[in-house]
């Protein structure tokens, strides 16, 4: 036996005992399992879907996040980035699904997926090549904007929506604030492993209150069918037209900026070094791949989910075997129908009230790396306000757009998309194009003209501290 000793692994390859993995992947799946149901239930109730095919769909789309979530995890055929990811399908893409179906059929509905799928591998080769117009400053912007997008979301689904008879109902409320409440003196008072499992205590806390007050109703979960499997092609041979599925298609650009961002935050939080022009496109090959897989079961797009990495920045536990072991439970759930119906018998404003405080995480995150920028620099100062400007406006204001032309109100109406396009394009301005209005001052006695010239560029720091 050797007497070197090994090097530990880095924590996100490290392999846990069988009783923490189970845990630890069962926080993830709890805290994103709303996803999948919500997801499924906002298509069938717009398209009117028959009972018998809703619950297959929660099926496939169970098994296509699982089967994801292994993809990532371990990344085989650089299919993947290797990192704890959980993929979820998009709010965005569900109703633009939702939309395509409503104008077309189910079937062309269907063929935009494979089509987006398929745009995404086209399209990564031009994107690979753009990864440089992406710096810490876009990044952290993202991710504050990501966080409350989905605060706002899944506010929604806590409140209720305005005119709704459960409307800013009081229980669903108070249960949201118990449940956030919960975790935060689970995180205060636990330590160790117990302290890491304080998101998933909070919403089993949560969950009992629920039950107690009434609002949880266990009594079908073991009615029906226990074995469930998903259908091929649910809605029959995928019809494929470029022009309705523009809006698809629009958005994997969209989705790329976002995987982009998601990648580069999940390998800061676990602090794993990343070659982004590699782990980046792994990322994205993989939301191809699973995506082009739901749209044949009939999901919409299944993407890289940035509802998990507020999880592993609260936990600490930064293993990709956790999440693997997420995927391997989200699959269970999809083929163990009782499951299934459990998880969606958590009240949904317990499922928020876990969600607000883990997305809010993601914010904290995104506030991290800027704090790491010279915000006194006029370019930062700019990229930021610009960006958190253009990003919140549809967020704070939904419907400003409303007049604007349909086309145009994908993107518009997409706070993430707007902020992170503004960024982008508000960074190159200021970093990437030599335009000055000033000419450098000829060199004095001594001094060199670029030093001359250098001087002359240098950013001022606002007056305003």
Known sequence: MSSRSRTPPHPVDERLPLAKLILFGMQHVLVVAASPITAVFLVAKALGLAGPLTIDLISATFLVCGLG?????????????????????????????????????????????????????????????????????????????????????????????????????????????????????????????AGQLAVLLGLLAGSALGAALGAMH?????????????????????????????????????????????TIAIAEVVGRKIDASDAVPRTIRGDALMSLIGGLLG????????????IVEATGVRSRFVTATAGVLLVAIAVCAPLGRLANAIPSAVVGGTALIVFSIIGVMGISLLRDIDLRSRA?????????????????????????????????????AMGALTAVLVNIVFHHLKLSM???????AGESAAAAAAACDEEAAPAAR
């Open 69 to 193: 979530t292994l993809l990532q995890s371990f990344g085989p055929w650089r299919f993947g980035a290797r990192l704890p990811f959980v993929m979820v399908p998009g709010g965005a893409p569900v109703v633009l699904f939702v939309m395509i179906a409503q104008q077309t059929d189910l079937q062309t509905a269907a063929g935009a997926v494979v089509l987006t799928a398929l745009c995404y591998v086209l399209l990564l080769p031009v994107f690979t090549r753009c990864l440089r117009f992406f710096p810490r400053i876009v990044i952290g912007t993202m991710l504050i904007l990501v966080a409350a997008n989905l605060i706002k979301i899944y506010g929604v689904v806590i409140v209720g929506r305005p005119g709704s008879a459960e409307f800013g109902s009081p229980l669903n409320i108070g249960l949201a604030l118990a449940t956030i409440a919960f975790t935060v003196a689970f995180a205060k008072l636990f330590k160790g492993a």
């Open 218 to 262: 266990c009594g079908e979960v073991f009615s029906g069918a226990v074995l469930t499997a998903p259908e091929l092609l649910p809605f029959g041979m995928p019809h494929f037209n470029l022009v309705a599925a523009l809006p698809l298609l629009i958005f994997s650009i969209i989705s790329m900026a976002e995987a982009t961002g998601q």
């Open 299 to 310: 999901t919409s797009l299944i993407i890289t989910s940035s509802e998990n990495i507020g």
């Open 380 to 416: 930062n100062m700019y990229t930021l306000a610009s960006a958190m400007t253009m990003g919140f406006l549809p967020i704070v204001v939904p419907g400003i757009y409303a007049r604007f032309p349909a086309n145009l109100q994908i993107v518009l109406n997409n706070g993430l």
């Open 438 to 444: 000033r000419r450098p001052a000829a060199a004095p």
